[in-house]
């Protein structure tokens, strides 16, 4: 079993829908998890951080997580097609000392 | 804040040469520094984790001799790949966690900061 499980996608949205995309990880131990967006040909970037039960709101950005159910999740609302990049989600593993990536959603917003 | 700037964001090579990659965190003192390496379509490829003073932690398959990691001050990391052949053409991406955010939880001290990479050709 993979430590941080994404779905690799293509996930397609009309623009202005709400864009959900979804993470599993299996350390219980994890406390802290990130959301980071990754356009085509550059570098990941921070989104969003979250490390309580719940919901997360940032913007259009909302960030849910359920520890119970080692699942995360990121909502973006209003999607618009400069949001189309590929989304990484990342929890601590080997103790905290690194982060461990899923291989990331893409996301395609559409006109 | 968090700026973390890379040196070359590009560069070609000839095959057998060195090529040296610096990653530098502007705004912050980084305790440790991260490696990354990703292929066309490929998700991120951890190689080594470097803290300053100290030798690098090199993730498994990542030939330590191959990719020699220097993290020489708190704001400065270097990645050589000595004698480049093309199968090491990719795209490089350093990263940092910030020394002040050790033991925070906002925002978690396992954040990481990304520069905006080095792409590397080999021919």
């Known amino acids: 079993q993979k430590e941080v499980e994404q779905n690799s996608g293509p996930l397609s949205v009309p623009e202005g829908a709400i864009a959900s995309l979804n993470c599993t990880y299996s350390d219980r131990g994890s406390q802290s998890f990130f959301w980071y967006r990754q356009y085509s040909g550059k570098s990941p970037e921070l989104i969003m951080f979250?490390?309580?039960?719940g919901d997360k709101e940032d913007g259009r950005f909302t960030a849910q997580l359920n520890k119970a159910s080692q699942y995360v999740s990121l909502l973006i609302r209003d999607s618009q097609p400069s949001d189309s990049a590929t989304y990484l989600c990342a929890a601590p593993t080997g103790g905290g000392n690194k982060l461990t990536f899923g291989t990331g959603t893409q996301l395609k917003v559409e006109l | 804040g968090a700026v973390v700037s890379q040196h070359p964001s590009r560069v070609i090579c000839k095959s057998g040469t060195s090529v040296k990659i610096e990653c530098r965190s502007l705004?912050?003192?980084?305790?440790?520094m991260f490696w990354y390496r990703q292929f066309p379509k490929q998700s991120l490829m951890l190689m080594a984790t470097s803290n300053e003073g100290s030798k690098a932690t090199y993730e498994q398959g990542v030939e330590k001799d191959k990719f020699l990691i220097n993290h020489a001050s708190l704001t400065l990391s270097t990645l050589t790949v000595t004698s480049a052949h093309p199968e090491d053409s990719s795209f490089y991406i350093c990263?940092?966690?910030?020394?002040?955010?050790?033991?925070?939880?906002?925002?978690?001290?396992?954040?990481?900061?990304f520069g905006p990479g080095t792409r590397l050709l080999v021919l």
């Open positions: 990263s940092a966690r910030d020394l002040t955010q050790r033991g925070a939880i906002e925002p978690p001290q396992e954040t990481q900061y």
């Open positions: 979250i490390y309580s039960n």
């Open positions: 705004d912050f003192q980084a305790t440790t």
